[in-house]
């Protein structure tokens, strides 16, 4: 089956530049995912990016896939305290079903 | 992006009961949602498919009698846990396709303790 790694914890000062990594290992992913997951709520779609997309760009946030190593990223520059939350990184297989990694919890600090 | 809500926010219940939740889609017909169970600091485990019009498709090692689904129209499906026990007790959340399958919109998820 699917198998989605994240790191799990990340701790960044505010207003530097946070980096969340994740790997997969279906080769045949479609797209992938970044969604936000503050405490208590449900999941903030963040952003996506297609399977034959080198990087995505959305304001504060820049989306890196590299498809060989199945390496996915993403950048939050100039992080904010509102950004301490926990990250999830998804891959959509074919039957549009979607495989989460273990979440990224990240802190900032001020 | 779609609005998806979930019904209820949050629950309480003796072991042994049955708790319905339920997940709406406000902004679009959804032939298809999805259900997840969230352990406390796990992930997201995808439960099972529900699809308007016919039987829900589960994902192995997930109950189809303890955990039914009825996908009663295009905007609605209910999750019930039935003879509920303490296990049991999670963060339940529904997400909804968008209209080009590109992404999935996710409820705001119900918390659910049993007792």
């Known amino acids: 089956g699917e198998d989605v790694e994240q790191s799990l914890f990340l701790s960044v000062r505010e207003g530097d530049s946070s980096v969340i990594n994740c790997t997969y290992t279906d080769s045949s992913s479609t797209y992938l995912y970044w969604y936000k997951q503050e405490p208590g709520a449900g999941l903030q779609l963040l952003t996506y990016i297609f399977s034959n997309m080198d990087m995505k760009q959305d304001q504060r946030l820049t989306v890196l896939l590299n498809k060989k190593d199945k390496h996915l990223s993403l950048r939050i520059a100039d992080t904010q305290t509102g950004d301490s939350a926990i990250y999830f990184c998804a891959e959509r297989s074919n039957d549009y079903k979607l495989s989460f990694g273990a979440g990224t919890t990240v802190t900032v600090r001020a | 992006g779609a609005v998806v809500s979930q019904h209820p926010s949050w629950v309480i219940c003796k072991s042994g009961t049955s708790v319905k939740i339920e997940c709406r889609s406000l902004?679009?017909?959804?032939?298809?949602m999805f259900w997840y169970r969230q352990f406390p600091k796990q992930s997201l485990m995808l439960m099972a498919t529900?699809?308007?019009?016919?039987?829900?498709?589960?994902e192995q090692g997930v109950e189809k009698d303890k955990f039914l689904i009825n996908h009663a129209s295009l905007t609605l499906s209910t999750l019930t846990v039935t003879s509920a026990h303490p296990e049991d007790s999670s963060f339940y959340i529904c997400?909804?396709?968008?209209?080009?399958?590109?992404?999935?919109?996710f409820g705001p998820g119900t918390r659910l303790l049993v007792l």
């Open positions: 529900s699809n308007e019009g016919s039987k829900a498709t589960y």
């Open positions: 902004d679009f017909q959804a032939t298809t």
């Open positions: 997400s909804v396709p968008s209209r080009a399958a590109e992404t999935q919109y």
